[in-house]
């Protein structure tokens, strides 16, 4: 419980000329996770990513992964930790086994059993060469090859970008199994809601470089409120919510989504005598679509873990 | 009492309103009222049905710890999960709040599908009889 988070960030920042890509993120991977990092296009996912591996230096701010700093990962950090990316570096003329042989002689610790367990689950053969593989194979390929040193973390940028379903799923099934052994850290971006619904425990959201969500994914569901109000006649104005992401009027009815909706809300919405007031569910990518739209006023949803770690950034 | 687990039936989909650890719930709720799962019938552990549904193990501990505080199920140290004695464990208010919306849904749909009052009433018998012969025979509770 009092080891350090997996991954830990403080106002980290990178500008690009004088425009932020990350703006003061402030976020802590607890061990044991599967995080899934979510975000439109350009929000500054993969950039983050890539300061927490030490491929992109941060403007401002400051890192940690596994305990060391983000700024000087040393061979051993490096290690420990599994780095999926689609430019993986493959040579075409290598078969699948020889990848394999050749991966391994650069880690100290290569289970050759995981490496094997994973390609075959990919329904790869050994004397199959790179340059013969399709998408989905290379993509199994490049995972067995990252999950054979037996990382303690995993990061993995949009691991399921441009898979059928049926490689895609083998992904996911994968990230599951990772888990088995306790203690193992997934941290990884997409855009696949319905894989982060299977997939990951916790959630955060960036928003054009600023972290709006950080929270249990249940939490965030819940978060996100839909009401409907009918009305005998037409709907009267609406006066201010609290947390007001969107509202639509029709005739007879007002339907509004809502973050943190509470008591205060419904109070307010009970004041204006609607014949009838009801909520309504929401799926994930329905709440998380309401939440990104443009309408309606800024809010965050940063929902302190079971640690106590205060995670500031109100706006 | 069977020692081996049993298999179960469950469906899971993604990008619906209700959450996976609550679908699951309902899934196994319903497999005890229907019949298929009895008092005594082994549950697959929280790592087996995670990898079986391919979702996170967490979420599977949550439907179950759900289903343990509601009485339906029991952990047994070292031997796994069980069904136990299945108590009634809602309130009759609670109970006829729940049966609301399944009930709104179902008639909602056939609406749109141009049922008329009468024909759902005798879909709705006809049904009901079914599950009582499915039903019969099927060991109860204890």
Redesign the interface.
């Known amino acids: 419980m009092n080891e350090p988070p997996a991954i830990s960030v403080r106002d980290l920042t990178r500008y690009f000329g004088s425009k932020p890509a990350v703006e003061g993120l402030n976020l802590d991977v607890p061990r044991g996770s599967?995080f899934a990092f979510l975000g439109r296009n350009g929000s500054g996912k993969t950039t983050t990513i890539r300061m927490l591996l030490g491929l992109v230096q941060p403007t401002r701010g400051r890192g940690s992964i596994l305990g060391y700093d983000i700024r000087n990962l040393p061979t051993e950090a490096r290690a420990r930790i599994g780095y999926l990316t689609e430019e993986h570096q493959l040579y075409g003329w290598m078969n699948v086994r020889e990848c394999g042989e050749f991966q391994s002689s650069f880690y100290p610790r290569w289970n050759e059993k995981i490496f094997r367990g994973v390609v075959g689950h990919f329904n790869l053969r050994l004397t199959t060469r790179v340059k013969h593989l399709s998408r989905g194979e290379r993509a199994g390929l490049c995972l067995g090859l990252t999950l054979a040193p037996e990382p303690e973390l995993l990061i993995m940028d949009d691991p399921t970008l441009g898979l059928d379903p049926v490689a895609s799923?083998s992904l996911?099934?994968s990230m599951?199994?990772l888990?088995?052994r306790s203690g193992r850290t997934i941290f990884f971006s997409s855009h696949q809601?319905?894989?982060v619904?299977?997939?990951?425990?916790k959630i955060a959201i960036l928003d054009r470089s600023v972290l709006r969500v950080c929270s249990p994914l249940?939490t965030f569901?819940q978060s996100v409120q839909r009401v409907r109000l009918r009305f005998s006649g037409p709907p009267p104005p609406l006066p201010a919510i609290p947390g007001l992401l969107q509202a639509v009027r029709t005739k007879g009815e007002l339907r509004l989504t809502c973050v943190n909706y509470g008591a205060a809300a419904e109070a307010a919405l009970r004041a204006l005598a609607p014949a009838e007031l009801e909520r309504?569910?929401?799926?994930?990518?329905?709440a998380f679509i309401s939440y990104l739209g443009d309408r309606g006023e800024k809010s965050f949803i940063l929902a302190e873990t079971e640690s106590e770690s205060e995670t500031e950034a109100q706006p | 009492m069977c020692s081996s687990t049993v298999k179960l039936d469950i469906t899971?989909s993604?990008?619906?309103?209700?959450?996976?650890?609550k679908q699951i719930t309902d899934q196994i709720w319903l497999a005890v009222a229907s019949g298929k799962l009895a008092v005594g019938d082994q549950l697959p552990s929280v790592?087996v049905l995670?990898?079986e549904l391919?979702?996170?193990?967490?979420?599977i501990a949550h439907a179950y710890a759900d289903l343990t505080r509601d009485g339906l199920i029991e952990s047994r140290a070292g031997r796994g999960v069980f069904i136990v004695h299945k108590r009634q464990v809602f309130t009759p208010e609670e109970a006829w709040r729940r049966l609301e919306p399944l009930l709104d849904a179902a008639i909602g749909e056939a609406m749109a599908l141009n049922f008329s009052h009468d024909e759902l009433k005798e879909a709705f018998e006809k049904k009901l009889g079914q599950w009582k012969a499915a039903m019969k025979g099927k060991p109860s509770d204890e």
């Not at chain 1, 309504?280 to 329905?286: A, G």
């Open positions: 599967v799923r996911i099934e599951i199994y888990t088995r809601l319905a894989d619904e299977r997939v990951a425990d249940e569901r309504v569910p929401l799926s994930l990518e329905e | 899971i993604t990008g619906s309103k209700v959450p996976i650890y790592r995670a990898e391919v979702v996170n193990p967490n979420t």
